[in-house]
C-alpha cells in the first residue's frame, strides 16, 4: 500500500502524524517504509530522532530522483534512533525504514525521466514493505505532480493508493483543503489530466484533522463559561463548514487532538509516554493508534 500525505499548508501536523502511523503500522508488525517527499523541508530524520545514523552524504531522495545515484539511502529507524525505546524493538514489530531527502536539496521540478525513477522506486517499494508513507511537500507541489504522475503509470495501477490530507480545525484551513483536492488545479483536476479517473482517485482521498483542541478546555487553564460557550458555537461552525467543503464526517479518517508533547516537540509517541511517564495525552496516543488502523479497516475506505 502506498499512502500519500499532503495539506495545502505547512505546519499542519502532516509529518509528525504521519510518522506516528508508520511506528504504529509497524509495532502491528507490518513492514514499513517512511519516504521524505517533502523536498523544500525534509525534516523526517529529526522526528524519529535518527541522530545515531551517519550523516546523509547526498545520496538521498533528492539525488536518487534527479539521477544522481543509482540507490536512495535508507536508515533502519529501530537500530538508529537516539530513543532508548525505539532500540528496544519488540520481537513482534515490523521494519521501520526511512528514507531521508538530502538536506538542503530544495524543491525541482520534474521531468519524464524523474517520473520513471519514482514510479521504479514505488515499485520497488510496494514489493518489499506493506505499507509506505510518502510525506509530500505542501500545497500544489512538485511532490503531488510527481505522485500523481507515477501512479497513473500502468505498473502501478493495481496498487492499493490512499491520499490523506491533513488540515488544522480552522475556517482557513478547511477552506484551503477543499480547494487543494477539489479546486480547479486541485488534486482530482490535475489526476485527471495526468490519465487517472477523477471518481476513482477521490474514493482514496480521506482527511485527517491534526492538533484538534478540545472546546471543553483550553491549555493553560479551564475556559471562563463565556469561552467555554463560544468554542463550543466555534467547533460547531467548523463542523458545518467542512461537511458543506466535502470535508465532513464520512471523508474524516480520523482527528488527533491537541496534545502538549507534540505542541512543544516533533516526535513518536510512544505507549510508556501515554501510560507509564504519562507525559502524552492517552487520547492522543489512542488517536493514533486508531488512523494507523484505519489504514486497512475497508469500512473507512467504502466508496463515500
Ligand atoms: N496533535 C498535535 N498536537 C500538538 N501539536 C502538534 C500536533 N501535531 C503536530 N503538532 C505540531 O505542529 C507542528 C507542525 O507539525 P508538522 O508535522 O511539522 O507539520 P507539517 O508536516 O504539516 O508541516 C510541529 O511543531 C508539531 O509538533
Ligand atoms: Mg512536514
Known sequence: MLVFATSDKGGTGRSVTCANMAYRRALLGDDVAYV??????????????????????????????RGRTGEPQQFDVWAHSRRKELRLRPATCGRLELFPGDPGGGEFPTDPAMTDRCAELFLRLEEEFDVTFVDL?????????????????????????RWLVFHRWTRQHIVATAGLVH??????????????????????????????????????????????????????ELSDLAASHRL??????????????????????????????????????????????ALTDAARWEVL
Not at 522526528?47 to 551517519?54: I, K, Q, R, T, Y
Not at 516526535?267 to 492522543?284: F, G, H, P, Y
Open 137 to 161: 511537500s505542501a500545497g500544489r507541489s512538485y511532490a503531488i505532480e510527481l505522485a500523481l504522475r507515477s501512479t497513473a503509470r500502468p505498473e502501478l495501477r493495481e496498487t492499493t493508493v
Open 248 to 293: 465532513g464526517r464520512t471523508a474524516l479518517l480520523g482527528s488527533v487532538p491537541l496534545d502538549p508533547v507534540l505542541q512543544w516537540r516533533e516526535q513518536l509517541l510512544t505507549d510508556a509516554d501515554a501510560l507509564v511517564s504519562r507525559i502524552a495525552n492517552r487520547e492522543t496516543v489512542d488517536a493514533l493508534a486508531d488512523l494507523a488502523h
Open 36 to 65: 521524505d517527499f517533502d523536498f523544500g523541508s525534509p525534516t523526517a530524520t529529526a522526528v524519529f530522532e535518527l541522530d545515531g545514523a551517519p550523516r546523509s552524504s547526498g545520496a538521498g531522495l533528492h539525488a536518487y530522483l
Open 183 to 236: 479546486g480547479d488545479r486541485g488534486i482530482l483536476a490535475a489526476g485527471a489530466a495526468m490519465g487517472h479517473d477523477s471518481a476513482d482517485l477521490a474514493e482514496r482521498v480521506r482527511y485527517v484533522r491534526a492538533a484538534v483542541p478540545k472546546p471543553a478546555t483550553l491549555t493553560g487553564g479551564e475556559p471562563r463559561p463565556a469561552q467555554a460557550e463560544w468554542l463550543v458555537a466555534c467547533d460547531r
